[in-house]
T-cell receptor, first 114, second 114 residues
Framework: KNQVEQSPQSLIILEGKNCTLQCNYTVSPFSNLRWYKQDTGRGPVSLTI?????NTKSNGRYTATLDADTKQSSLHITASQLSDSASYICVVSSFSGSARQLTFGSGTQLTVLP | GAGVSQSPSNKVTEKGKDVELRCDPI?????LYWYRQSLGQGLEFLIYFQGNSAPDKSGLPSDRFSAERTGGSVSTLTIQRTQQEDSAVYLC????????????FGPGTRLTVL
């Protein structure tokens, strides 16, 4: 069964600090992995998308890594800001023939305090 | 604007009624996704349209759920004989075409079944 597990479930940090969110998956066959940021009451916003051959991808203060061998991904946030408070969701896509399956993690709720 | 739009933003209905939710994707996007997010839960994939191909319905929870995409643009998600457990935020996303293309989400429709 395809699964995506995220840790921690919740995280509280002080403004200006760095943090790293983890995503472990057992999805096969693997197509790509995405990280989304979802503010409360809003739709998710795509941060990064990584395919099998990509190890690192950055989007401003967000840097995602992917280790396809260990099936692990991380999202590193540098110099956190209050606006980073949100739920961060890891999604792994598999694509076999014409069938697409998206497996979602339950998210990490990040709170940045002043 | 040029983003994904959804209507209505909120829908309250009585158990047993049918509802229709609408999604207007970004112009030129051939891929369209429907997701559901229940209170306190992660995103749940429902259905995926890609161009003129047969939709991937693997995520639909029951035969009460159906979706159409007319003319390769606007999509309608229909829930028949609504149940209280159908209460959730229904999110629509569109992307250009490829599995690796960024998905852009609409603001969602909050459905409440009384």
């Amino acid at each position: 069964k395809n699964q995506v597990e995220q840790s921690p479930q919740s995280l509280i940090i002080l403004e200006g600090k760095n943090c790293t969110l983890q995503c472990n998956y057992t999805v096969s066959p693997f197509s790509n992995l995405r990280w989304y940021k979802q503010d409360t009451g809003r739709g998710p916003v795509s941060l990064t998308i990584m395919t099998f051959s990509e190890n690192t991808k950055s989007n401003g203060r967000y840097t995602a890594t992917l280790d396809a061998d260990t099936k692990q991904s991380s999202l590193h946030i540098t110099a956190s800001q209050l606006s980073d408070s949100a739920s961060y969701i890891c999604v792994v896509s598999s694509f076999s023939g014409s069938a697409r399956q998206l497996t979602f993690g339950s998210g990490t709720q990040l709170t940045v305090l002043p | 604007g040029a983003g994904v739009s959804q209507s209505p933003s909120n829908k309250v209905t009585e158990k047993g009624k049918d509802v229709e939710l609408r999604c207007d994707p970004i112009s030129g996007h051939t891929a369209l996704y429907w997701y559901r997010q229940s209170l306190g839960q992660g995103l749940e994939f429902l259905i995926y349209f890609q161009g003129n191909s047969a939709p991937d319905k693997s995520g639909l929870p029951s035969d009460r759920f159906s979706a159409e995409r007319t003319g390769g643009s606007v999509s309608t998600l229909t829930i028949q004989r609504t149940q209280q457990e159908d209460s959730a935020v229904y999110l629509c996303a569109s992307s250009l075409a490829l599995a690796t293309d960024t998905q852009y989400f609409g603001p969602g429709t909050r459905l409440t079944v009384l």
